[in-house]
């Protein structure tokens, strides 16, 4: 990300300056905000402290960029706004008052302290009498529908919900209901605290809105417990009930729609792509699209980092998915862990992997299923690529290619992983650290073998593909990219015994039924030696 102003930028950043009088050497101190709509720069300019922001793009209209400073300087006057020296009224671009502070975080705005200061700077707002045009629903909500269209965006199964925003903003917008100054982007990074005092930043919404909007917004996007919502609402001076929830779908709709719009307007910014999955987090109803089956005996260790990539990996790539962990008699805290980052944790008491997996699979809410160790960490660009093969109906599962994440010290070990993948991808037999399939696909072929105590990842793909052959929905081994995953047994095995386990399977298969003889897979020794993760 470019931190600091470009040379363009430095030069209007001086221009602006220079429009409200301050003349001097220019220091840029810091970025503030870097988004698809404006960059904004904390400067130093004869020891006097300014916020200037630039817009990225001039799309605004000049009526909106004069309400907007109309708003925040009204606003300014009562203490609820930065002070607003200066706005160009071509593009909106405006330079403020820096205020010292702590900008707050959802987890502080669902305090009910705060949560009851912050109806209070609501209620203060609303008192405020400015001739702005109103905030048109209607117009808005058009708008992001058609951007979502004309970006192809209608893959992330929006049509259902554009239509759902479409009637409710009819159906409220023709009770006329009055209007009020409103701050429109009332969300966590948005409020400052500064002198004891909380102030609005950020407004670049701001309009006269129905009286529910800034409250509604507020509740939709942060998990304002019952107490916080009532000292809200108590000392904002609204009701609660029916209208409210119904302003709180729209506002939840409007932003979700709002990023879908910026996703497909800006396709190669990934933070678009990334509010656009976090919004659909937040909306009722919303059906996951992926299930992410993690299974974890004392994987204390591992979990919370893979999960943390997991998370991260669908944000980046705008997928709705869903972390299940299942907790196969574990002694450590794996089942806390997991709670603790987010996942849902299903409990599956008798110790066997293809157990735990087909537990995972029963408590999954998605029709397409990803299987994935406690020690692998797919990239983004693979877990997309096998979403997208199974969402549209090409593949019915798969596998992919394996590497470490470590180098392997021996050639032995070398050559058996270059060979494993050779089979891997010919023979179409997924390793069991990363395993997809479509729900169909895995319930009609009943699943993982839960006889078997390893090997059941090899199975599965022969099923898999003898059903997917039927239906022409091939079951694929991915070339590329690989999957990333732990080498942590080679540090915990000696090569003697990868070669007895391989040795015995290859002899005597039925092994694979007795826990005993895949003690390769079910020993973790005392004493082991674990290469860091670089």
């Not at 980092?305 to 805290?333: K, M, P, W, Y």
């Not at 992919?400 to 010919?426: C, E, H, K, M, T």
């Not at 040795?503 to 082991?528: D, E, G, I, Q």
Request: glycine share 6%; charged share 25%.
């Amino acid at each position: 990300m470019n931190v600091m102003p470009g040379a363009a930028e430095r030069a209007r950043i001086v221009e602006l300056l220079g429009a409200c009088n301050r003349d001097g050497p220019v220091e840029v101190q810091a970025l503030l905000a870097d988004n698809a709509q404006h960059r904004s720069f904390r400067v130093a300019i004869n020891n006097e402290l300014l916020v200037v922001r630039l817009p990225v793009a001039a799309t605004r209209s000049a009526g909106r960029v004069a309400a907007e400073a109309a708003m925040q300087s009204a606003a300014a006057q009562v203490g609820l706004a930065p002070p607003l020296i200066h706005m160009d009224p071509r593009d909106g671009a405006r330079v403020s008052a820096w205020l010292e502070g702590e900008v707050l975080d959802a987890a502080a705005l669902a305090q009910t302290q705060v949560a009851a200061e912050l109806g209070t700077v609501i209620a203060r707002l609303q008192r405020l009498s400015i001739d702005v045009p109103a905030l048109d629903l209607r117009s808005v909500a058009r708008d992001y529908a058609r951007s979502f269209d004309a970006g192809g965006a209608g893959d992330v199964r929006h049509t259902t919900r554009i239509e759902r925003l479409l009637a409710l903003v009819d159906d409220w917008t023709a009770r006329e209901r009055a209007q009020v100054a409103a701050h429109n982007d009332l969300v966590a990074g948005n409020v400052l605290r500064h002198a004891g005092r909380l102030v609005l930043l950020d407004w670049e919404f701001a309009a006269r809105a129905d009286a529910l909007f800034d409250v509604a917004m507020f509740l939709g996007l942060h998990d304002v417990p019952a107490a916080g919502r009532a000292a809200l609402l108590a000392s904002a001076g609204l009701a609660d009930g029916p209208d409210l929830e119904t302003m709180i779908e729209i506002t939840q709709l409007l932003c979700w729609a709002w990023a879908g719009a910026e996703a497909a307007r800006h396709p190669e910014d990934a933070r678009a792509r990334q509010w656009l999955s976090r919004l659909e987090a937040s909306l009722p109803g919303v059906r996951t699209q992926l299930s992410i089956i993690v299974p974890a005996w004392n994987e204390a260790d591992e979990l919370p980092a893979t999960l943390t990539h997991l998370r991260q990996a669908c944000g980046e790539i705008g997928l709705q998915a869903e972390f299940i962990v299942v907790d196969n008699a574990s002694t450590d805290d794996t089942a806390a862990l997991a709670r603790k980052g987010g996942a849902q944790v299903v409990v599956e008491p008798r110790r066997g992997i293809a157990r735990a997996r087909n537990a995972g699979a029963a408590a999954a809410g998605a029709d397409l299923l990803m299987f994935i160790d406690a020690d692998t960490r797919p990239s983004a660009q693979l877990i997309d690529t096998a979403y997208r093969a199974m969402a549209s109906g090409r593949l019915c599962g798969g596998g992919a290619l394996v590497a470490f994440d470590q180098p392997l010290d021996s050639l032995a070990y070398r050559q058996g992983a270059r060979a494993w993948n050779a089979i891997s991808r010919r023979l179409r037999l997924a390793a069991g650290c990363f395993v997809f399939c479509t729900r169909e696909a895995f319930e009609a072929v009943e699943g993982f073998n839960d006889r078997l105590y390893a090997g059941e990842e090899v199975f599965l793909s022969r099923r898999l593909a003898r059903w997917g052959a039927r239906q022409n929905q091939p079951f694929e081994v991915l070339d590329r990219p690989a999957v990333v995953t732990s080498a942590r047994k080679v540090q915990w095995f000696s090569r003697w015994q990868h070669l007895a386990a391989v040795a015995t399977v290859l002899v005597f298969p039925l092994a694979l039924r007795s826990r005993r003889l895949s003690w390769f897979w079910y020993t973790r020794p005392k004493a082991r030696r674990r290469l860091p993760r670089e």
